[in-house]
């Protein structure tokens, strides 16, 4: 069964660098997704994305963070200059196509990200 | 804006007993609503989701959950626990279609079933 896949599994920087999360999502899906969780909090939508742009975004997902899909199978999340909040777990998650209503998102095992 | 809540942070049973995780959900509009399970160290496994139609709705591993559009809510339910049933699950809802071009989910923040044998 095809699923979504994430590396690495677990990501530690230091405060202010940049770091890149990647996704390989389901081949035949076209919306990607990224949401996060910190510890012992919900889980939070940070971004959708579809035909190469951005869908939505939440408040959280400001100028320090971007989304690429560099080629036909990575979708990537960068953290420009990571912050002590931005530890949390990386969720990226796709589905397949809008019809009359939500198609299920799929999720992958998620990156760990500790900022230190 | 959508919120959702599971009351319970933990819910215990014994193997071979009904099971319920409660869910209410608060949406302008009509809800689309979802149960995600979480393994540990795994990613979230979609369970179910409630789009139209019928009010019970059947899913994987003989999960069903209920509708209650007067109640608000989306109890996910199961007629006999397995100690493999023992994991974290997640309700969520989307809103209606805003026409940004995606379905993002809110979810509640879990609830911790454990399975005892």
């Known amino acids: 069964e095809p699923e979504v896949t994430q590396t690495p599994s677990h990501q530690v920087t230091q405060m202010g660098q940049e770091v890149i999360l990647r996704c390989v999502p389901i081949?035949?899906?076209?919306?990607f997704y990224w949401y996060r969780q910190i510890l012992g909090q919900k889980v939070e939508f940070l971004v959708s994305?579809?035909?190469?742009?951005?869908?939505?975004k939440s408040e959280i997902f400001d100028d320090q963070f971007s989304v690429e899909r560099p080629d036909g199978s990575n979708f990537t999340l960068k953290i420009r200059s990571t912050k002590l909040e931005d530890s949390a777990m990386y969720f990226c998650?796709?589905?397949?196509?809008?019809?009359?209503?939500?198609?299920?998102?799929?999720f992958g095992p998620g990156t760990r990200l500790t900022v230190l | 804006a959508q919120s959702v809540a599971q009351p319970e942070d933990q819910v215990n049973v014994a193997e071979g007993n009904p099971l319920t995780v409660k869910c209410t959900y608060s949406?302008?509009?009509?809800?689309?609503l979802f149960w995600y399970v979480q393994y540990p160290n795994r990613g979230l496994q979609f369970l179910l989701k409630?789009?139209?139609?019928?009010?019970l709705v059947k899913g994987s591993y003989g999960f069903e959950a209920e509708f209650n559009k007067s109640q608000t809510s989306f109890h996910l339910k199961k007629p006999s626990a397995l100690v493999s049933d023992s994991a974290l699950y997640f309700c969520?809802?989307?809103?209606?279609?805003?026409?940004?071009?995606?379905?993002?989910?809110?979810f509640g923040k879990g609830t911790k079933l454990s399975v005892i044998p």
């Open positions: 998650a796709s589905s397949e196509a809008i019809h009359r209503g939500p198609d299920t998102q799929y």
């Open positions: 081949s035949n899906h076209l919306y």
């Open positions: 994305f579809y035909n190469n742009e951005i869908s939505e």
């Open positions: 949406v302008s509009g009509n809800p689309y």
């Open positions: 409630y789009i139209t139609g019928d009010n």
């Open positions: 969520a809802v989307s809103p209606q279609y805003s026409g940004a071009g995606s379905y993002q989910l809110t």
